[in-house]
């Protein structure tokens, strides 16, 4: 290109920067730049128009960012606000009161939300499931729910597992569970050397060894009082001694009898009312020893997985779709793969806990699933006890949507509650052992059980011994009579003569020294 031409487009290339230049400077406000036409002149005063647009962008950037941070934090206000948390209902994690919700999880949220500064409105997932991935990749349950969004968090008894670890966010456990068995009592406990004391409880068995020495005791002492039993303290012997007296009463109690009987109203009065105890007591033993050792409870007893897969007397399951079948399921050990072949060989499977429990109070049943539930059952139940061994360990978690930096907080706020106690504390407050007295049927034979019987042997022997004092005392008046002298006087000496064991006998046996001397 010819010099004269670069140079006629490199002025034209001046002239409209500088129309341009113009048309800034009004804008920013530098019209005494503005004023100057000459295009050099303009052109030095690039400087000056860039430092006022540097000073009116640093404003507005400022103003932007600040509307930006502003509404930002509403929105996190907002979200913070009222957080959406879903739950299920299970005893005693979260239950129905009104038309609240309390339980173990209800008040450790609360916990949660006093130390993390948040509201919350809780709601109960629509499927009643607590999350399952299915054959397509889709959660159910409250899993799904906080996947789908439509849940900001999930607390409940979440197992924690890896498949849902990759899918959401889980805290660090708040309370930590194992795989056990559940078993009726007389199906998981053994043969003893005193079972046979089983039907009996152990207060039944005091009061009766309390009443065989004060039914002996008492016969004892009526015959010593009874005139009819012993007519001459002086010369005949007492066939009911101490020793005598506790054999005949044990004797009574066998159904064997052992003589003599007595002969005083009063004695007898205290024989028949021992006898009747004594039959009543036999049928109850018997017939409560027969009931609680059935074949398949004396021959069969289960402590452990092992036990459980080598028997097939009872049936045995878990809950369908649980994290506690994947467990056998994903095992290798081989009395786990035994257990869950035969789950699903048989689909001996439940669909809630509730289910569960009850069948294994029919005691044709195991249930197997999380020790924690487990123990609640026990604590609700007196005639279920769960077995010692716990395997796969592991810990209920919270869940939050995957990346969310709640998690964090939640999981802090978990250890701070579990090193201040709160978790222990809450623990033993909704695991409380309260048996249902009025469903629960103890094998034992209570002592209040047998309180008629009781009652009735102790007027039994209070009517005995009261007869034996009216024949003592009908007897004394008729010797006061005889002799004229106060009845008073010779009760006391019949008294003095008939308690007086060691030297009672020695009158006839100084009368047989003196036949044999002469």
Partial sequence: MPTATRKQTHYAWLAASTQTFRSLCNTVGLTGVCGKSDVPAAATSWTLVRMQIRRIRMPSTFFVLSVVFFLDMGVCTAVQSEMRITTIKQEPYAMSKGSQLEGFCMDLLSEIAKKLGFKYRVQLVKDASYGRQDESGNWNGMIGEVVRGEADLAIAPLTLTAAREKTVGMTKPFMQTGISILLRKDISEGIGFLDFLSPFAVETWVGILVAYLGTAACICIVARLSPCEWSQPQSEHNRFSLLHSLWYTAGAFTLQGAGPHPKAPSGRVISCTWWLFTIVLLACYFSHLSSSKTPESTHLTVKGFEDLANQDTIEYGCLSGSSTL?????????????????????????????????????????????????????????????????????????????????????????????????????????????????????????????????????????????????????????????????????????????????????????????????
Wanted: proline share 2%.
């Fill in 326 to 518: 994947a467990f056998f399921k994903n095992s290798n050990n081989p009395v786990y793969r035994r257990i869950y072949e035969h789950m699903e060989r048989t689909r001996s499977f439940v669909s809630s806990m509730d289910e569960g429990v009850r069948r294994a109070k029919e005691g044709d049943f195991a249930f197997i699933g999380e020790s924690v539930s487990l123990d609640l059952a026990v604590a609700r139940h007196c005639e279920l006890v769960r077995a010692h061994e716990v395997v796969g360990m592991r810990g209920y978690s919270i869940a939050a949507t995957l990346g969310s930096p709640i998690i964090k907080n939640l999981s802090v706020a978990i250890l701070q509650l579990s090193e201040a106690g709160e978790l222990a504390y809450l623990r033993s407050k909704w695991w409380a052992s309260s048996c249902m007295a009025d469903k629960a049927k103890s094998s034992a034979v209570q002592q209040h059980s047998l309180k008629g019987m009781f009652v009735l042997l102790s007027l039994g022997l209070g009517l005995g011994a009261l007869l034996a004092v009216l024949e003592l005392a009908s007897k004394s008046r008729r010797s006061a009579a005889e002799q004229k002298i106060s009845c008073c006087t010779v009760l006391t000496e019949e008294l003095s003569l008939r308690l007086r064991s060691s030297n009672a006998n020695k009158p006839q046996e100084n009368v047989d020294k003196d036949k044999e001397k002469a």
